[in-house]
């Protein structure tokens, strides 16, 4: 059944980046009659397994820079995640009129059923995929949840298979929200720390792209904010429709949204609290995770899901992959993956989940964001410091003085993650927790995250 309703026909539109969300947008808009092309600053040759995978599609391909000469003849330039607003091609667009816009705003234009959007700077993935459970449990044939957006399919491609009574359930990061100028009917913003800032410059502008889910909602809409956080709360002003809450603490009267309350789950319609489930149901390591079980059950609730959905989603979910994700015991030590923790307050929340004693795997590429506040915890509770890749000089000038026998007990450097590994192999002690959290971003040495987790799982998996 296809939904969508703007007409494509002949129109010219330019996909700069051609990763996966530009490889998904180029697939549906040429399904749709434009005439698209791919464009990618890389060479032909790192490009071959993208252009195998189009080769059914009818598109353009232009690779190996961004002349601006591809603007002569097109009518809408849609950014891929990745490509900066500040990109030359970009700014010469937009001096010449030519709308900018992206997979996200164009899914929204054209998606026939009730989305959920999910944005914030921590814990997006895995309350994504705690709310698609739980809406996999609520919803019943022949409806369908369609799970999404920054994680998993872009869903731009598959927007046209989608149903009036189906429901979206979308991951939004900064970098599409900064373009978008329609929103989810529920929106939900877990927290904001300082995040991106080498690509967005100011926090003010972090926090405007984020605020971007809120400012394009109506009345009838609803949001979801964190209540104990600073950054999301800072927005409740802006909020339009109907607010909703969550908190590891009780909410003030009148006041909707979910809470913990000696080791249970509640959630309190503004005059009554109800029990979820108890606390020890929730298999997920650390006050960040409640935290994000806590979102998962308000934006549940805010679109209509009963309490039996949200239990079942909650149960037995252990964790999404490369986020504090076990790997293995070796040598008396649990080794733990969370490659995703690409910002120091994530590292943060990371060795925070753990009281047994802690051997960091700490670095890639900085995003110019402070490691202060990382560095005082590392003193306070991580043993050994192992740091790797671009930002190793950067972090071990913050960590500072090292004082024999005080934490942390040894600090190395090494040039890269699989040097790293060797050497906290060389350090591991039984009862030791092993935990890569890099607090920077893998494009130094990786394609990105995800391929960083894996490498570390099969490198942690070798150790004899």
Request: glycine residues 8%; aromatic residues 6%.
């Amino acid at each position: 059944m296809n939904m969508v309703s703007k007409s494509w026909s002949g129109e010219r539109v330019l996909i700069v980046g051609a990763a996966r969300q530009g490889l998904a947008l180029a697939r549906f808009l040429a399904r749709q009659g434009a005439e698209v092309t791919l464009n990618d600053q890389r060479p032909a040759e790192q490009l071959e397994a993208a252009v195998k995978a189009m080769a059914d599609i009818s598109v353009k391909w232009a690779m190996g820079g961004h002349p601006s000469s591809l603007l002569e003849k097109t009518d809408l330039v849609c950014l891929s995640g990745g490509v900066p607003l500040k990109l030359s091609l970009v700014t010469e667009a937009q001096l010449k009129g030519i709308p900018i816009s992206n997979d996200s705003q164009i899914f929204m234009e054209a998606v026939p059923c009730k989305v959920i959007g999910i944005t914030g700077s921590a814990g997006k993935t895995t309350t994504t995929t705690l709310v698609g459970k739980m809406a996999q449990a609520a919803i019943k044939p022949p409806q369908k949840a369609w799970i999404g957006g920054n994680i998993g399919l872009p869903l731009i491609d598959q927007v046209d298979q989608m149903n009036p009574d189906d429901l979206v359930i979308l991951e939004l990061s900064s970098f599409q929200l900064e373009l978008m100028t329609c929103a989810p009917q529920i929106a939900a913003i877990l927290n904001i720390t300082p995040n991106h800032l080498d690509r967005h410059g100011t926090l003010a502008s972090y926090i405007a792209a984020k605020a971007h889910i809120l400012t394009y909602q109506s009345e009838n809409d609803v949001a979801i904010l964190g209540r104990q956080d600073p950054g999301a709360w800072g927005l409740s002003k802006q909020v339009r429709g109907r607010l909703v809450t969550f908190s590891l603490n009780r909410p003030q009267e009148g006041q909707v949204g979910t809470y913990l309350d000696k080791h249970k789950l509640f959630l309190y319609d503004g005059h009554y609290s109800k029990e979820i489930m108890p606390q020890e149901l929730v298999l997920l390591r650390g006050d960040h995770n409640l935290a994000n079980v806590l979102a998962a059950c308000a934006i549940a609730h805010a679109s209509g899901m009963n309490v039996d959905a949200m239990v079942t989603g909650v149960a037995g979910f252990t964790g999404v992959a490369h986020r504090l994700e076990f790997v293995r015991m070796w040598r008396g030590a649990a080794w733990y993956n969370d490659s995703i923790a690409t910002a120091p307050e994530r590292t943060t929340a990371a060795i925070r989940s753990f009281s047994e004693p802690l051997i960091l795997l700490l670095g890639g590429r900085d995003k110019d964001l402070p490691w202060q506040d990382l560095a005082a915890l590392i003193h306070q509770r991580v043993d050994h410091v192992i740091l790797f890749g671009e930002a190793a000089g950067k972090i071990y000038q913050a960590i500072g003085q090292f004082v024999p026998g005080q934490r942390p007990y040894t600090l190395s450097v090494h040039p890269g993650l699989q040097q790293a590994v060797q050497a906290a192999a060389e350090l591991v002690e039984p009862g030791d927790v092993v935990l890569l959290s890099p607090g920077g971003t893998s494009f130094d040495e990786f394609q990105d995250f995800e391929e960083r987790g894996e490498r570390y799982r099969q490198w942690v998996q070798q150790l004899l």
